[in-house]
């Protein structure tokens, strides 16, 4: 159980064109869902916090109109990278819990290369 | 301000035991998680430990002191498979799990 999918798992796109990810609980409803970006050799770093039927909440420095997320239902969430650029390249993970204060589980990840 | 120390970087040996620490200062605690990670992939859980004592799962087991704000993960019978991050996080009293930087383990043969 507590299988997250996450889709695309690798995305190449092109300078100001925009990306959506998915993300979804596949055998729980997860009433949260959080979106991490990591770059290379560097830690997890938390963008947004999603609770099904309401508005994120963005980290601190996340900007909230580049990184459009919504959560729609109980088990998908999507995080669309607006206007990319090659900085935004990067590995976004997201994942899921299914109440407080249970485990968050992962997704596989979703590489994004911005050309 | 909330924080979480681990290790950058150990070395061990297969076969081999090894201990990797994690200290915590956050606002309010709600458990500590051991995750690991391989290079390229998603994090996966390992353990959860939110009363003082040692939680043994298999080859790894997981030591909490909340007094302490220290938790440890052993991991014995090292294998080479055991080669990757391990994140230490702790889910404070609004349940926001704060990030350690991560352990890179490295296993020789």
Request: hydrophobic share 35%; proline share 4%.
């Amino acid at each position: 159980g507590a299988v997250v999918s996450q889709h695309p798992s690798r995305v190449i796109c092109k300078s100001g064109t925009s990306v959506k990810i998915e993300c979804r609980s596949l055998d729980f409803q997860a009433t949260t869902m959080f979106w991490y970006r990591q770059f290379p050799k560097q830690s997890l770093m938390l963008m947004a916090t999603s609770n099904e039927g309401s508005k994120a909440t963005y980290e601190q420095g996340v900007e909230k109109d580049k990184f459009l997320i919504n959560h729609a239902s109980l088990t998908l969430s999507t995080l669309t990278v607006t206007s990319a650029h090659p900085e935004d390249s990067s590995f976004y993970i997201c994942s899921a819990r299914e109440g407080e204060p249970y485990e968050q589980y992962f997704g596989p990840g979703t590489r994004l290369t911005v050309t | 301000g909330q924080n979480i120390d681990q290790p950058t970087e150990m070395t061990a040996t297969e076969g081999a035991i090894v201990q990797i620490n994690c200290t915590y200062q956050t606002s309010g605690f709600n458990g500590l998680f051991w995750y690991q990670q391989h290079a390229g992939e998603a994090p996966t859980f390992l353990s959860y430990n939110v009363l003082d004592g040692l939680e043994e799962k298999g080859r790894f087991s997981s030591f909490l002191s909340r007094s302490k704000g220290y938790s440890y993960l052993l991991l014995k019978e090292l294998q080479m498979k055991d080669s990757a991050s391990y994140l230490c996080a702790v889910s404070n009293s609004n349940y926001q799990l704060i990030w350690g930087a991560g352990t890179k383990l490295i296993i020789k043969p």
